[in-house]
């Protein structure tokens, strides 16, 4: 499967929202919107991230169509990278391929990630494309409803933890 990453169009937002809006997606992602049913907030933040020039936000494609997002954002140093990908595509090498590509975009290191402990996929894909754990901590996922744990990894300068 050829998977590449493109600048997010108005016509991928309908998609992004409807993946945010899986409930076993959002289960698995843990930490939410408190609400990813609000459409509202949903194209403030798609708004607010697109016109922001310290992010990079992409469209994730698998052989031309747009399957999920992939982006980096925060300060220097500090910069943590996201994904979402359709639920169809889980267990097919599209995260990764596409969280290479986007690691591919922006070489600053270092970059962080941040999973629930119990999402063993997307602790997978991190691991794959180099990030190494660095803390684990205790954080309220919105999608849950309750404190879980959190894995915390780092690609570049940070320690790891054994």
Sequence with gaps: MDVTLREVRDGDLPLFFRQM???ESVRMAAFTARDPADRDAFDARWRRMRASAGLVVRTVLADGEAVGSASV????GEREVTYWIDRAYWGRGVATAALRALLAEVPQRPL???AAADNAGSLR???KCGF???ERTVGFADARGEPIEEVVL????AP???
């Excluded at 954002?73 to 220097?76: H, I, L, S, V």
């Excluded at 780092?154 to 300068?157: D, I, P, Q, T, V």
Aim: without cysteine.
């Design 132 to 134: 190494r754990v660095t």
């Design 154 to 157: 780092a690609l570049g300068s």
């Design 125 to 127: 894909v991190l691991e």
């Design 112 to 114: 962080y990630a941040r």
């Design 73 to 76: 954002y925060g300060d220097p």
């Design 21 to 23: 809006t899986d409930p």
């Design 160 to 162: 790891a933890v054994t």
